[in-house]
């Protein structure tokens, strides 16, 4: 019965990884190892908002900052930056060692030529600026 429990389990988040917009998005939280925390973090969309908003972590080397912006708008944009262009953390020059296991993701290739997901991998740190950051799933919001 263990075994069969564990099955669906992975058969459900696969499922919620994979599958096209869901209508609930992802909480997670940034930690490093320097002590930096972003707190929670509601990244995608929500059932009223989803085929307009895609929240999505990203960096703005401007206010050094683990911030939220819309992937949907262009060009993408830091909220209260004017100074730079924010990074999202899927690019390349901002993952430290990718990650094998996917912990959140969104299909977005239809709209933005791209799937989003964060990894278990390391990211860059806005604070110390070493590849050490983590991301963390906490939850779902609607």
Same mark, same amino acid.
């Given at each position: 019965?263990? &075994?069969? #429990? !564990?099955?669906?389990? $992975? =058969? ?9 917009? +869901? =209508?609930?998005?992802?909480?997670? %939280? +940034? !930690?490093?190892? /320097?002590?930096?925390?972003? #707190? ?13 908003? /895609? $929240?999505?972590? +990203?960096? /703005? ?6 911030? *939220?912006?819309?992937?949907? %708008? ?10 730079? %262009?924010? *990074? ?5 020059? *901002?993952? #430290?060692?990718?990650? &094998?296991?996917?912990? +959140?993701? $969104?299909?977005?290739?239809? &709209?933005? #030529? ?19 950051? !983590? ?5 779902? $919001?609607?």
């Amino acid at each position: 019965m263990k &075994r069969f #429990g !564990r099955t669906v389990l $992975w =058969l459900g988040l696969l499922w919620i990884l994979t599958a096209a917009p +869901a =209508l609930a998005g992802s909480v997670v %939280q +940034a !930690r490093c190892d /320097c002590g930096y925390h972003s #707190g929670q973090l509601l990244i995608f969309g929500g059932k009223s908002n989803f085929q307009s908003v /895609c $929240w999505f972590p +990203a960096y /703005c080397p401007g206010v050094k900052e683990v911030l *939220l912006i819309n992937m949907y %708008q262009t060009p993408l944009a830091s909220p209260g930056c004017t100074e730079a %262009q924010p *990074l999202p953390y899927d690019h390349p020059s *901002l993952v #430290g060692k990718p990650g &094998r296991h996917p912990i +959140a993701g $969104w299909s977005t290739k239809d &709209r933005i #030529g791209r799937n989003l997901v964060l990894t278990n991998g390391t990211y860059l740190c806005p604070v110390c600026g070493q590849k050490t950051l !983590r991301f963390f799933p906490t939850g779902m $919001w609607d």
